[in-house]
Structures are given as C-alpha cells and as structure tokens.
C-alpha cells in the first residue's frame, strides 16, 4: 500500500535562504486571484523579526518543498500568517502537518492563544474550524483581488 504524503513529508525550519521555495509555493497555493500571497519583500522583511518563525514541508528524497507556514509569536500569543501547500499535495494532510506543527510549537513556547486571519470562502476554514478554532471577528473587504473583487477576512482564534 503507498504511503499519504501526509505521512511522507517532513517539516523542517526555514530561514531567509528559503525565500525562493516559498514564493513557489506562494505562487502554486495563493496564486493572485483573491489578493492572499505576500510580495517576496514582505517575506524577506519579516523574517528576521524577533518571534518569527517559518518551517517548510518537504518531500522526502529530494527535499523539494511542498508546503510552509509562517508564524509570529509575542508575549503569550502567536499568529499564524501564511499557510500554504502546493495545489498538487492539496488535501493530502499536508496543510494539517503543518497547522498541527504551529500549534505543537506554541504550546512549547507557553503560548496560550493562537489566532489566524483567513478569506471568507477558503477551504481552509473547514480545517482550522475542525481543529477548534472559532470565529471572533471580521474585517470587511480585507483582501483585495486583481479584477477589483474585495473579500472578508475572517479571523479566528484558538485558546491552547
């Protein structure tokens, strides 16, 4: 029997050398059309912020990145604010690992609510609602798309 790719990828920290595979994955998960990825400046801008975090999925063998996530964590809160799979490893448990690693580190660092802003309409919400994040606010035409389309932001947020 073959093995899920849930159960064959392998979640490793990233850095500021990683920028590249990130935005491939950026590009293939959030593509443009509901405004979502971050600019490769924005990525490179954060990432040497205190309490930043980014960790990538890989694929075993080759090591080629499949998925990544990027957090803040400040005080006793942290915030996930990007996730992101590639659309060929979509609903494979992937994007579950990698949630699952989020909240595996802030329990470690103390943290004692987690929260994540997501578009209205994202399959993803399905995800982060069954792990037992709730709905606490809503920003109205948060994102913005390339064909002038402007979307809610739901956030959530998750006592540990």
Known sequence: MMATVEQDVHIDTGSSTDIDSVMIVMDSAFGRRFGEAWTRSQLAGILPMGGVS???????????????????????????????????????????????????????????????????????????RNVGFSPVGRRRNYYHAADGQRFDAITLAFQL
């Not at 990538?56 to 063998?61: D, I, S």
């Not at 992937?94 to 580190?105: A, K, Y």
């Open 54 to 128: 980014l960790m990538l999925a890989r694929e075993p063998g080759d090591g080629e990145p499949v998925g990544f996530s990027l957090f803040r964590t400040v005080a006793d809160e942290s915030e996930l604010l990007l996730l992101g799979v590639v659309t060929s490893h979509r609903r494979q448990g992937v994007g579950r690992r990698l949630l699952d690693n989020f909240l595996e580190q802030a329990r470690n660092d103390g943290v004692a609510r987690v929260h994540l802003e997501v578009r209205d309409g994202n399959p993803a919400v399905e995800m982060y």
